[in-house]
């Protein structure tokens, strides 16, 4: 007899694993008031290098502004000062992770993508550390926009999913129309392109350490190489002191400005994909600029 009970309530326990899901970042039953993030993708923006300053166009290369589909991010902190280091701040969200493919990695079949100005995540208010930040580090994923580009003279649009998270397992992923499979991990810099006229796809990987990655904050907090986390700061002090009453938006403004860059072997300005395709050299956002809405 207890033999028989006790397989029943393994029988139970399977059944309610079995319905039980994988909980949406922004998910959360509290009826409280939430912190909420939403990304805006902003081409007004300054163009930031890796260290925070403005910087131009590299010779030999040429850029443009794409029109985004959809963006991710992998980890949300709020760091107090200039002086806190990474993760040592308030952690506000961590995205899934695997060793599907080897190594641990970003899981792309898990990520929340969203498009311009809408809400990426929320928590409620009263889970965050009270406390006064000058600085939000965001860690981004996953970018997929529409380009423009040059084929046999003739200049179309085309679509670009790019993985700028320090490593992604990916199986598959669609581009606009068309899907790739992957099934393994790919490092920061992984891209797939569609082209609009024939459907043709390529796929590439940048250079280690070629995306751009902007951290104003380098000299006191790094990041580790590889990584994708931008830093941006908010213009006066973001103060969470546990008694808000309301729902607080955190309005995230990336930075697109030229954000797609490629050699320009023909030094026309065009990305052109026909012949010797041109070589893409980065895909990194060019810099956060945090407010609150």
Known sequence: MRKIILSALALSLLAFSACKKDKDPTDN????????????????????????????????HAAQTPQFNLIGAHYIELAPT??????????????????????????????????????????????????SYEWLRVSLAYQNFNIKYRYNGVVYTGTLASFIGYNTYIKDYKIKNKTVSVNANKL?????????????????????????????????????????????????????????TEDVTVVVRVSINKSFEWIDNGNDGYYDTSGSPDVVTDMGVRGIYPIIE
């Open 188 to 244: 920061q810099g992984y891209w797939g392109f569609e082209e609009s006229t024939t459907g043709f796809t390529l796929t590439g990987q940048v250079p280690s350490g070629a995306i751009t990655v902007p951290n104003p904050l380098f000299a006191t907090a790094p990041i580790p190489s590889g990584s994708c986390v931008v830093t941006g700061s908010f213009p006066t002090a973001f103060t969470v002191t546990g008694n808000e």
């Open 82 to 131: 200039m002086y806190t280091a990474l993760g040592t701040g308030t952690v506000l969200y961590v995205g899934e992770e695997t060793t599907a493919g080897g190594s641990k990695a970003l899981n792309f079949e898990k990520e929340k993508l969203v498009g311009d100005n809408q809400e990426f995540f929320s928590m409620p208010i009263k889970d965050v550390t009270p406390g």
């Open 29 to 60: 039953p509290d009826t409280g008031p939430k912190l909420r993030f939403k990304f805006v993708l902003d081409s007004t923006l300054a163009r930031l290098d890796n260290l925070g300053n403005p910087e131009p166009i590299e010779s030999g």
